[in-house]
């Protein structure tokens, strides 16, 4: 039902941006609440941040927070996720994800859809 395209990885250095973007089909995207998760070498895969179906609720991880901004575009069925000032420890792949969730914290909910992920490293 939820198709996800992650775009936008590459080699930056220490300090740079990077703007990762979600391209999703269908026509309930508006209906999903959206996620940014990443994994790491050797790492278990962490939350980075998740806004919710409505747009209401936004969350971040804390090593993020001030630095990355999550935005959901409905019109445009996508996701985007603003990285400033990347620090070498954002090294991962950077999963999108997708939620049917409707109650409780998005952060404890079951990810439906994922994409194939988009690598981002981090040079110092």
């Known amino acids: 039902q939820v198709q996800l395209v992650e775009s936008g990885g590459g080699l930056v250095q220490a300090g740079d941006s990077l703007r990762l973007s979600c391209a999703a089909s269908?026509?309930?995207?508006?209906?999903?609440?959206m996620g940014w998760f990443r994994q790491a070498p050797g790492k278990e895969r962490e939350f980075v941040a998740i806004?919710?179906?409505?747009?209401?609720?936004?969350y971040y991880t804390d090593s993020v927070k001030g630095r990355f901004t999550i935005s959901k575009d409905n019109a445009k069925n996508s996701v985007v996720l603003q990285m400033n000032t990347l620090k070498p420890e954002d090294t991962a792949v950077y999963y999108c994800?997708?939620?049917?969730?409707?109650?409780?914290?998005?952060?404890?909910?079951?990810?439906?859809?994922w994409g194939q992920g988009t690598q981002v490293t981090v040079s110092s």
């Open positions: 269908g026509r309930t995207f508006s209906r999903y609440t």
């Open positions: 994800a997708a939620s049917g969730g409707r109650n409780g914290d998005p952060r404890m909910w079951k990810y439906e859809y």
């Open positions: 806004i919710n179906w409505s747009g209401v609720n936004i």
